[in-house]
């Protein structure tokens, strides 16, 4: 298979995951009017090493929710900027974001958004996010609503991956473009189930690699974990013998991730952009980029973001999943 025709696989893969997932965007650079459509869910507290700490940003009750934010927005292909993320809408009043200075590149800690006053049986939370140290008062026009999530009673745990829909940026704030999609970790929002990957083999860790951010690069992708050479379980089977990222089915779970099942500890891990139009061999699998440390424990999952201005710049971030 030709690297155009890989492409289109992934694309293809990407959008299908996207939209089993509710997928959302929103692109105005304005506050959105209502709650987005195919409302996801979430719920406790956040785990040490990743950026944003939780604080309290609305007057209602805590959901039973728990949520997290992934920034690779990337508008007009430079790093975005840092942001800030709230619980409440923001319509000139005085707020406290409940994420702070998310930056690119990295995924903010868990949090447990608050339910809005007056909230249905069934509650809705929704976040939204402005620049970093931008005034919600003063700024409000440059507000940006990132997602919607409804608690059915199973109370998931979703991350949104922030990215920039370049095609679809007909704002002129500084968030104009930013599109998001989420990955229900936990529970089941109407139609969208957990887990987004099967569970690690007995003994092992796992590392689930996404592209989305990515997915309209014009070259085939590679992860290499130390210096090994092997494919995901849910690889493109006509790609045999390297680790091609490839989003597939597995086990009857459709995922945005490529699945590599690893040994317990630390490990390099990379990736290589592959433009050429044969298939590349291992020994080929050299221009490594983003070379990062995953410290993985056995029955874990930690998910990697590709993400990056180009294919040149390729960069890898990191946010264990919390079980």
Not at 101 to 120: C, E, K, Q, R, W
Not at 131 to 147: E, N, S
Not at 297 to 317: I, K
Request: aromatic share 4%.
């Amino acid at each position: 298979m030709n690297t155009s025709a890989r492409l289109t696989a992934v694309c293809v893969a990407a959008l299908a995951s996207c939209l089993l997932a509710a997928c959302s965007s929103s692109s105005s650079g304005h506050p959105a009017a209502g709650p987005p459509t195919g409302r996801l869910t979430s719920g406790p507290h956040s785990p040490p090493g990743e950026s944003g700490a939780p604080s309290s940003s609305s007057s209602g009750s805590l959901a039973q929710m728990r949520m997290r934010i992934v920034n690779l927005f990337d508008p007009k292909s430079v790093a975005g900027p840092a942001l800030d993320v709230y619980d409440v809408r923001l319509t000139g009043q005085k707020a406290t974001p409940i994420a702070t200075n998310v930056a690119y590149g990295s995924a903010s800690a868990y949090f447990i958004p608050h339910v809005p006053s007056g909230s249905l049986a069934q509650p809705i939370v929704e976040i939204y996010a402005l620049p970093a140290g931008a005034d919600p008062v003063a700024d409000k026009a440059d507000v940006q609503g990132i997602g919607g999530a409804q608690d059915d009673g199973s109370h998931p745990q979703i991350s949104w991956v922030l990215t920039a829909d370049s095609g679809n940026a007909l704002g002129t704030g500084p968030l104009a473009g930013l599109s998001f999609s989420p990955r229900v970790e936990k529970g089941d929002s109407q139609g969208t189930k957990a887990p987004v990957a099967p569970p690690a083999p007995a003994g092992q860790g796992e590392i689930l690699v996404d592209t989305t951010s990515l997915a309209g690069a014009n070259g085939g992708l590679y992860l290499m974990i130390d210096n090994s050479c092997v494919p995901p379980l849910n690889g493109d089977p006509k790609t045999k013998g390297v680790p091609y990222l490839f989003n597939g089915d597995i086990e009857g779970i459709s995922t945005s991730y490529s699945i590599f099942p690893t040994t317990p500890g630390p490990h390099q891990v990379s990736v290589v952009a592959w433009t050429q139009s044969s298939e590349p061999t291992c020994t080929q699998l050299t221009a490594r980029q983003g070379t990062t440390s995953i410290d993985v424990t056995a029955g874990n999952q930690v998910e990697a973001y590709v993400h990056g201005t180009s294919l040149t710049d390729l960069h890898l971030a990191i946010a264990p999943l919390v079980q």
